[in-house]
């Protein structure tokens, strides 16, 4: 059965730093390109970054460009979400996703994580 679980979350002061995992099973987790996605309160879903199933393309939303580092282990079976630079405006649900078979043709998720909290504030 597919699992993705997001860990790391918590509160955290501007100008801080957290580091998100995902935790995934179930399937071959290197064969897969995976994203993370957020929600802010009262928001809709924001794409902020993703890689590809061996880590050697990534890409990130204008809004984390520089700050936020996505990486994975495929050893491991894990995502993570280096968080760097942290702002008030990145408190968020982060959602952890894995990408369908076709993703850089369609864009389209087909396993969510749970998510977890990232609460920047003083």
């Known amino acids: 059965q597919v699992q993705l679980v997001e860990s790391g979350g918590g509160l955290v002061q501007p100008g801080g730093s957290l580091r998100l995992s995902c935790a995934a099973s179930?399937?071959?987790?290197?064969?897969?390109?995976t994203s993370w996605v957020r929600q802010a309160p009262g928001k809709g879903l924001e794409w902020i970054s993703d890689?590809?199933?061996?880590?050697?393309?990534?890409y990130y939303a204008d809004s984390v460009k520089g700050r936020f580092t996505i990486s994975r282990d495929n050893a491991k079976n894990t995502l993570y979400l280096q968080m760097n630079s942290l702002k008030p405006e990145d408190t968020a649900v982060y959602y952890c996703?894995?990408?369908?078979?076709?993703?850089?043709?369609?864009?389209?998720?087909?396993?969510w994580g749970q998510g977890t909290q990232v609460t920047v504030s003083s």
């Open positions: 890689i590809n199933s061996d880590g050697g393309r990534k």
């Open positions: 179930g399937f071959t987790f290197s064969n897969y390109a």
């Open positions: 996703a894995r990408g369908s078979g076709s993703y850089y043709v369609t864009f389209q998720y087909d396993y």
